[in-house]
């Protein structure tokens, strides 16, 4: 894999990091931020920057200033929008540009890609509801997207399962993690290995780009 190139954010609420893998010939440019519990360093986060830019597509990894700080907890959402903002402001594309990010990343990039000029937004493991609840208290971000806009979610994810996400989505398509937990990860003993988890979300990311993205004037 390319070695990313790391550049400093500045936001009122500290700093961030933004980690490129530029594609040689870019067809598209992905910002992606990470989750509340983790960094830039999530498993399907790392899969996407790794094999994308061989397809033409730049991944940039946008590290939240709450964690470049070294804390355990997220900010509020707001901050969080304003750390994705100020990371796209940043960003010289000259292609489509596709905002997204994993759980409280993926709700960040609903809320902001339309303002942030985006052509679409992919969602990894977006949180329809806190664990161990069934209202889909979230379902409104995801409805206002109002653009082209990709889930991936993992089978299992206590967070809002594929079918508890409703059939009248027109904007949204979803793919679906055999087995996956909130983080994607799959069982050992599952019906696909973990390699071939990352895959369902690096050639379903990779599909919906050149179809819905690249190949649609709409968007562009």
Do not use: Y
């Amino acid at each position: 894999m390319k070695k990313a190139t790391v550049r400093t954010v500045d936001t009122p609420h500290g700093e961030g990091r933004l980690h490129t893998r530029r594609a040689t010939s870019p067809m598209a440019t992905l910002l992606l931020s990470h989750g509340a519990g983790g960094g830039v360093d999530a498993r399907d986060l790392w899969a996407l920057a790794d094999a994308l830019p061989a397809q033409g597509v730049s991944v940039v990894l946008f590290e939240q200033p709450w964690r470049v700080a070294g804390r355990k907890v997220a900010t509020p959402p707001a901050t969080l929008d304003v750390g994705l903002t100020r990371a796209a402001d940043m960003m010289r594309v000259r292609t489509p540009l596709v905002v997204g990010g994993r759980s409280a990343g993926a709700r960040s990039a609903a809320r902001t890609a339309r303002a942030l000029g985006a052509t679409g937004c992919l969602a990894l493991s977006f949180p329809l509801h806190p664990p161990g609840r069934t209202e889909a208290t979230r379902l409104p971000e995801l409805r206002a997207v109002g653009l082209p806009t990709l889930v991936v979610q993992g089978e299992r994810d206590p967070m809002g399962r594929p079918d508890e996400f409703p059939g009248d989505l027109e904007h949204v398509d979803l793919a679906v993690v055999p087995g996956g937990d909130h983080g994607l990860k799959v069982p050992a003993r599952g019906a696909v290995s973990q390699d071939e988890a990352m895959g369902i979300v690096v050639e379903s990311t990779l599909e919906w780009l050149v179809r819905e993205v690249v190949g649609n004037p709409s968007t562009g």
